[in-house]
């Protein structure tokens, strides 16, 4: 609530601490399953109801450790990274088009001094424009995202606190 560190970390370090209590909930249904199965002849169904019954729960810490502790540090990168192979389809799109580029120049219906090749200069634009924007595209997103984030993260508890009246143990789970 009250942290100044980078808002993904801050998420990186929730999905790291959900990593932990997923793991503790294992090993505790581990030994509780253990102590059940041999105290009673009925241990497996009842053990077997407790996990059924606790499944979704696991299930969605689970994917939410992943996602905020995995997935979502590397969003920025993997969004830059793809944007860049899209950069290097363009290059040989570019090089393919270029003698292509260059006949059409010659049309003889071209009313001004590039033909009908003005579209190869609008590759070309892109093509040089493109790795500078990307560049500046992605120092801007974190940059934007420190203030965004600061934002939801400074405002979004006292809003859920406020919504709920009072916050018991389920409502920091939901809130979650």
Do not use: C
């Amino acid at each position: 609530k009250n942290d100044n560190r980078h808002p993904i970390i801050i998420l990186q370090d929730m999905g790291n601490s959900l990593t932990a209590t997923y793991g503790t909930i294992i090993i505790t249904y581990a030994i509780a399953a253990g102590a059940i199965g041999t105290s009673q002849g009925t241990g497996i169904s009842v053990t077997l109801s407790i996990l059924a019954m606790y499944f979704p729960v696991f299930l969605a810490i689970v994917f939410l450790s992943f996602f905020l502790g995995y997935f979502l540090p590397m969003l920025p990168f993997m969004i830059w990274l793809g944007a860049l192979v899209g950069w290097l389809i363009m290059v040989v799109e570019a090089i393919i088009a270029a003698p292509l580029w260059a006949v059409m120049h010659l049309h003889p219906n071209g009313d001004d001094a590039t033909g009908k090749g003005s579209s190869g200069y609008m590759l070309v634009l892109g093509l040089l424009l493109r790795p500078t924007l990307m560049v500046f595209g992605f120092i801007a997103s974190v940059a934007l995202l420190q203030v965004m984030g600061e934002f939801v993260n400074k405002v979004f508890f006292d809003v859920f606190e406020m919504s709920q009246g009072g916050v018991g143990i389920f409502g920091q789970i939901f809130g979650i």
